[in-house]
């Protein structure tokens, strides 16, 4: 296999069927994946430890600031990209490939879901995937048991309210909820 992590950051971000050799390097990274996530889960670790174990999950460098509450779970982790200050609490599923961009400040609730590929809708060809970011702002707050789906941004200042099914785009300081969500107001507080 030829493909390297440049190579497979490319073709993410290119929103293209993903195929062939670039789905036997999925399966390379998800192994990773599994290894160092059941290292995090499994075992008690500082936080220190936490912070590397993570910049060897995603292979950047994650700042010190960062938090995590295990169980974590991820089936890539090499395209997730975190912040300053972010907390992600217990039981949270990313789902990578398609990219997970995390900005400063960000706190993610318990057992939130962030799911960056999509099927297609042809029952012949169900197994073709096709990767889709998301992006999250800056000071985002994503409540417990959302779940935020592929080609969505939130914008700075944003609330997810509890159990939200996020499928289009969070205009910033904005509290969205419900499924699918629906902005809810605009955060004037200052």
Same mark, same amino acid.
């Given at each position: 296999?030829n493909i390297d992590l440049k190579e497979f950051y490319s073709k993410m971000?290119?929103?293209?069927?993903?195929?062939?050799?670039?789905?036997?390097?999925?399966?390379?990274?998800?192994?990773?994946?599994?290894?160092?996530?059941?290292?995090?889960?499994?075992?008690?670790?500082?936080?220190?430890?936490?912070?590397?174990?993570?910049?060897?999950?995603?292979?950047?460098?994650?700042?010190?600031?960062?938090?995590?509450?295990?169980?974590?779970?991820?089936?890539?982790?090499?395209?997730?990209?975190?912040?300053?200050?972010?907390?992600?609490?217990?039981?949270?599923?990313?789902?990578?490939?398609?990219?997970?961009?995390?900005?400063?400040?960000? *706190?993610?609730?318990?057992?939130?879901?962030?799911?960056? *590929?999509?099927?297609?809708?042809?029952?012949?060809?169900?197994?073709?995937?096709?990767?889709?970011?998301?992006?999250?702002?800056?000071?985002?707050?994503?409540?417990?048991?959302?779940?935020?789906?592929?080609?969505?941004?939130?914008?700075?200042?944003?609330?997810?309210?509890?159990?939200?099914?996020?499928?289009?785009?969070?205009?910033?300081?904005?509290?969205?909820?419900?499924?699918?969500?629906?902005?809810?107001?605009?955060?004037?507080?200052k």
């Amino acid at each position: 296999m030829n493909i390297d992590l440049k190579e497979f950051y490319s073709k993410m971000a290119s929103g293209e069927l993903v195929e062939g050799e670039m789905l036997e390097y999925f399966h390379k990274l998800s192994q990773e994946a599994i290894k160092i996530t059941m290292e995090i889960n499994n075992k008690y670790h500082t936080e220190k430890e936490i912070v590397k174990l993570f910049s060897k999950l995603t292979a950047k460098e994650i700042d010190s600031s960062f938090r995590l509450f295990p169980p974590f779970y991820t089936d890539c982790g090499k395209n997730i990209t975190v912040g300053k200050n972010v907390f992600i609490n217990a039981c949270c599923k990313f789902q990578d490939q398609g990219g997970i961009v995390i900005g400063d400040g960000v *706190l993610i609730g318990h057992n939130v879901t962030l799911a960056t *590929l999509n099927h297609d809708q042809r029952p012949e060809f169900r197994q073709n995937i096709y990767p889709k970011p998301i992006k999250i702002g800056n000071n985002v707050w994503v409540g417990s048991n959302a779940t935020i789906l592929g080609g969505v941004s939130i914008g700075d200042g944003a609330i997810v309210g509890a159990n939200a099914l996020v499928n289009k785009d969070v205009p910033p300081n904005t509290i969205v909820a419900g499924i699918p969500a629906k902005v809810i107001r605009k955060i004037t507080e200052k």
